[in-house]
């Protein structure tokens, strides 16, 4: 697609289970972000990735948090024993390189019951 | 510090108006400072960008004012349209690039008909 594409857009969870969120970058795209907005909030970094390899996980807020990009395009944020404060809207970015514009997705919303 | 902050939290102007969004930030080796623009249940876009070796930078209806030595630094929106009605973050990272990105806390506009 033309744009960077998340999926779900919606996810409803319970508290305690685990839920993978995943990222489709804009083809060609080598830098890929993963930031947390909580409402009324600006967006945190979580992760950054340079390929396969995630070049800055920093903002992970837990081990309960972990990305992946196994072939360097497509990625899947995994969050394990959910807690209701996870509860946000999950954005994927993706730029050319990493010094270069990046752009977001529409996100999706995690709500954890 | 990684903090950027951000004012006014909500604006409200006429059609035909300007709206002046301002940001400051701590620490002083940001070199990259963007402007995001997001709509509901989208993810942000950005607007425009500026470095810290220029003091401004206009592109359209949009201009960034950028004071280094106040570690401050502002979006102008001239001739504001209702569909300029959005919520507008300022960020700031390191090493002129994209990823890790700080955000302010964002500013809710409504421009009136």
């Known amino acids: 697609g033309a744009g960077v594409s998340q999926t779900p857009s919606n996810k409803v969870t319970e508290k305690g289970k685990y839920v993978e969120l995943r990222c489709d970058p804009i083809?060609?795209?080598?830098?890929l972000y993963w930031y947390r907005q909580s409402l009324g909030q600006g967006p945190e970094f979580l992760i950054y990735f340079q390929g396969t390899g995630a070049a800055d996980d920093s903002g992970l807020p837990n081990d309960r948090f972990f990305a992946v990009r196994p072939e360097g395009s497509v990625s899947t944020l995994k969050i394990q024993r959910t807690e209701r404060g996870d509860s946000a809207v999950y954005l994927c970015a993706s730029s050319l390189f990493k010094n270069t514009e990046a752009f977001f997705g529409q996100g999706t919303r995690l709500t954890v019951v | 510090q990684q903090q950027v902050k951000q004012s006014p939290q909500s604006l409200i102007v006429q059609k035909g108006g300007i709206s002046i969004i301002n940001c400051a930030y701590e620490n002083t080796a940001f070199d990259y400072f963007p402007w995001y623009q997001q709509f509901p249940g989208k993810g942000p876009a950005l607007l425009i960008a500026?470095?810290?070796?220029?003091s401004e930078k206009k592109e359209g209806r949009f201009t960034i004012s950028f004071n280094k030595s106040a570690k401050q630094f502002s979006l102008h929106i001239m001739d504001s349209q209702p569909g300029d009605s959005a919520t507008y973050f300022c960020a700031a990272s390191l090493s002129g690039s994209a990823r890790q990105l700080t955000f302010g806390s964002g500013t809710q506009l409504t421009v009136l008909p």
């Open positions: 083809s060609g795209h080598t830098a």
């Open positions: 500026i470095r810290p070796d220029v």
